[in-house]
């Protein structure tokens, strides 16, 4: 049962991530701007991506998950909302805008795997993590179907709405979790006897 909830929870928060990560395919041909514009907005947020993989993998090994996964949602959903406001007043800063979504998005990936790896059985841990991948594959149709039936920035708003709505509710149940001794951190780590060879 607490694998079914940490697996719910981590999925619900990742097709959020999702929808955010297809957004731009799914808007762009109703922004009305140029195919170099669309493609330098692609361009920077991917090159942002992986770059904050990188760092956030650094910091996700020193920074507890809940932190940095709520704080990721809720960051991506601000920087979300920013980029349509700021395409009428600035080009460069809706990239700038775009480019942090992607970087705040590179927070959640490697936090997640890692509270569903401390807390859950293998097997259990397999499943989770089938589930929220399997989340990322509605994340795209989610996007789409959106653009399909409402303008363009209420997508973005929709989005960054789901992203800290997110952010709030992982934030709250994980810490719900953490209490009812559902979710701990770090039980991989060596015990300090074993580490010092006693």
Known sequence: MN???????????????????????????HMGESKEYIGTLSSVYFAVYAVGQLINGYLGNRVKAKYMISLGLFLAGIANLLFPILIPVSKFGAIIAYGATGFFLSMIYGPMTKIVAENTELVYATRCTLGYQFSSFIGAPMAGVMASVIVWQ?????????????????????????RKGVVSYNQFDTPKEEKKGG
């Open 154 to 178: 209420g997508v973005v708003y929709s989005c960054s709405a789901f992203l800290t709505g997110m952010a709030v509710v992982f934030f709250i149940v994980c810490t719900g979790f953490e």
């Open 3 to 29: 694998a079914i909830c940490i697996g719910v929870l981590c999925s619900l928060s990742y097709l959020a991530v999702y929808y955010a990560r297809n957004l731009l395919s799914a808007i762009s041909p």
